[in-house]
């Protein structure tokens, strides 16, 4: 393969799209019966990673797992499935959505029980930042949540922006404040 087939300047979401199929077992639940949702962050994170791998054919690293809904619970002998793509692509960073769904293995049903966005950082093998190939929205869907990345790069900015300054006021009345004896 050449360096352009490996390497190109863009790719399509389409591309990018992957799925991961679990059965949850008794070790992955609570006392109730309930899938952890712990565990259930592990199997977002993983999916979320496929995806950027597939964007980014680098190593990577989870920035962010900065907004999560879990909309229902899942229960114990339920299949889950999990799918991902990238949203959209920055200079080293890409968001990735990850959509979850449980499945009654006796009746089929499916449910909407959690949706997820996250943040990988393309790296090499020596942790240096790698820049990753730009995204190309082509459906209605993929435009959407393409635009709305965007808007939530800049939530998160704002709000990290506003953590280190709370951070910095904290650490500035702590130097200030006499010593306990
Ligand atoms: C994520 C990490 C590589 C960012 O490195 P950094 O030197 O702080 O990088 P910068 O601030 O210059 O940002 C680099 C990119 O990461 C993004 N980024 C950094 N921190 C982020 C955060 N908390 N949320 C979202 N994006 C973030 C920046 O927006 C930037 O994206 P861009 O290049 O597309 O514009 C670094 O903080 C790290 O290695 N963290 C530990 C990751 C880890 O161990 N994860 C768990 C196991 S995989």
Not at 11 to 40: F, H, K, W, Y
Not at 116 to 123: E, S, T
Request: with cysteine; aromatic share 4%; glycine share 4%.
């Amino acid at each position: 393969m050449s360096p352009a087939e490996t390497n190109p300047a863009a790719r399509t979401v389409a591309s990018t799209q992957s799925e991961m199929t679990e059965i949850i077992l008794p070790n992955d639940t609570n006392t109730l019966g309930n899938l952890l949702g712990g565990r259930l962050m592990h199997f977002i994170d993983l999916t979320g990673a496929m995806a950027a791998y597939r964007h980014s054919r680098t190593y990577i690293v989870t920035a962010a797992m900065d907004h999560i809904d879990f909309i229902r619970p899942v229960r114990l002998g339920d299949l889950l499935t999990l799918k991902s793509s990238v949203n959209r692509a920055f200079t080293t960073s890409m968001e990735v959505g990850v959509k979850v769904w449980s499945e009654n293995t006796q009746t089929g049903k499916l449910l909407h029980v959690a949706s997820a966005y996250l943040v990988f950082v393309a790296i090499d093998k020596e942790g240096c930042r790698q820049k990753v190939p730009q995204l190309i929205p082509e459906t209605p869907n993929e435009i959407r949540r393409h635009a709305d990345a965007l808007l939530r790069r800049e939530h998160r900015e704002a709000e990290q922006a506003r953590r280190k300054e709370a951070r910095l006021a904290t650490a500035t009345q702590e130097d200030a404040a006499p010593i306990n004896p």
